[in-house]
């Protein structure tokens, strides 16, 4: 056999080896981290996307609650494991984007990971605790300016989360000076926030927190939109309001791979994702808790509006000044 002959059987041989590969996978049970203590939001997305997707893959698979500095370290594990697919990520732009700009031990990238799946979006809302004693923007900021010296605090789940910067945006644009309280996750923050320990907080309106507003527990004031959420329409929208017209912040949760996880692998990740967050059940949970459900979207349509992604949290980032600590 020459050397030509030799080297195309060896090619055919890999390919062949591949295509096994390909077609057993998955042969193990696959971990789904979740970059927050449980309870939260990105804890409620995977608890109602990981039965369905699990029976579509044929595996087991296991969610792993990993929180801490904004979420970073549960994304460090995906990005320091093995590029198989058995390992997954719950995230969204504040651990993938924000957590490398704001956080210097952060070694990832955004561009270390690829998007599988996009599922839900939404807005967020201001909140207060119902022992601050306001009712609106208005006496939340008269409040404020009383307080001179003495700044209110606001909660966020960590330095260069998106919670943190939509608060650092609102102490520029209103001239308010404000405390920021980084917490593991939103249970624990939520919690402090029922409880009276912090002032107030931008919570997603997603998972619990709808609910919790519903029942009285703290005391909603505006959301970061151009329109009133449709579940709570007595809440003004930020943007449309003289001075805040930049107040405009929504806020996606999807799955992510490390980047060079095998195409065919990403590719089955995608329908059996998509196929659970189309399960009416499933969507109608989404839904209720405040979250627009987004249409299946192909890896190379999803490719395209990560890159558009982090151009964008980036240059909100950018627009605050944030700086690493």
Known sequence: MNFKTFVGALIMAASAMGTAWAQSWPSKP?????PYPAGGPSDFFARKLQPEASARLGQTMVIENVGGAGGSIGLARVVNAPADGYM??????????LAPMAIQGVKYKAEDFTLVAQFANTTTILAVRNSLNVKNLDELLALARKKSGNPLSYGSVGPGSLYHLIGERFSQLTKVEMLHVPYKGIAPLLTDLMGGQIDMAFLPMAGSIPQTIMDGKI??????????????????AMATMKGLESMEFNIWSGVQVHKS???????????????AAEIPETRKAFEASGNVVISARSPAE?????HAEIELYRGIARSINLQPQ
């Open 30 to 34: 696959i971990s789904l981290i979740v």
């Open 88 to 97: 997954l990520a719950l995230g969204s732009p504040m651990e993938l984007v």
């Open 219 to 236: 005391q909603g004031l505006a959301v970061t939109a151009k329109a009133p959420h449709p579940l709570f329409k007595q809440f003004p």
């Open 261 to 275: 996880t095998p195409e065919n692998v990403i590719n089955t990740l995608n329908k059996a994702f998509y196929a």
């Open 302 to 306: 999803l490719a395209k509006i990560y």
